[in-house]
C-alpha cells in the first residue's frame, strides 16, 4: 500500500529557492514516506481536529509541512522550510 505525494504550488516554490543539490535530497528524502509516512512524522498541536498537520524533518535544517489522507493513500507537501521559518504558520 503505497501513499501518492503530492506538492502544493507554496511546497514547489519553497523547493524552487533552495539549491538544486538541497532541492533533490528534500525530495528524494520526502518520497521514502511513500510506504507508511505515520512513523517519521511528528503531529503538530493546534491543527484542525479533522486533518491534522504534521512535520517531518530532513536532516538538521530543513521541514517539510505536511497533510496526510489516509482514505486515498496521499501525502500532501504544504511547504519545505529551513526550520526557522516552518512553524510561523501553522
Same mark, same amino acid.
Given at each position: 500500500?503505497?501513499?501518492?505525494? &503530492?506538492?502544493? *504550488?507554496?511546497?514547489? %516554490?519553497? &523547493?524552487?529557492?533552495?539549491?538544486? +543539490?538541497?532541492?533533490?535530497? $528534500?525530495?528524494?528524502? $520526502?518520497?521514502? #514516506?511513500?510506504? =507508511?509516512?505515520?512513523? /517519521?512524522? %511528528? %503531529? #503538530?498541536?493546534?491543527?484542525? &481536529?479533522? /486533518?491534522?498537520?504534521?512535520?517531518?524533518?530532513?536532516? &538538521?535544517?530543513?521541514?517539510? $509541512? #505536511? *497533510?496526510?489522507?489516509? @482514505?486515498?493513500?496521499?501525502?500532501?507537501?504544504? @511547504? +519545505? @522550510?529551513?526550520?526557522? /521559518?516552518?512553524?510561523? =504558520?501553522?
Amino acid at each position: 500500500m503505497k501513499y501518492r505525494i &503530492l506538492y502544493t *504550488s507554496r511546497a514547489r %516554490k519553497d &523547493l524552487r529557492k533552495l539549491p538544486d +543539490t538541497t532541492a533533490r535530497r $528534500i525530495i528524494r528524502v $520526502i518520497h521514502t #514516506l511513500g510506504e =507508511d509516512p505515520h512513523l /517519521q512524522v %511528528k %503531529k #503538530l498541536k493546534g491543527g484542525a &481536529l479533522n /486533518q491534522p498537520v504534521y512535520t517531518f524533518r530532513i536532516g &538538521l535544517y530543513h521541514r517539510a $509541512i #505536511l *497533510s496526510i489522507h489516509d @482514505e486515498v493513500l496521499v501525502v500532501h507537501v504544504l @511547504e +519545505t @522550510e529551513n526550520r526557522k /521559518q516552518a512553524y510561523r =504558520d501553522f
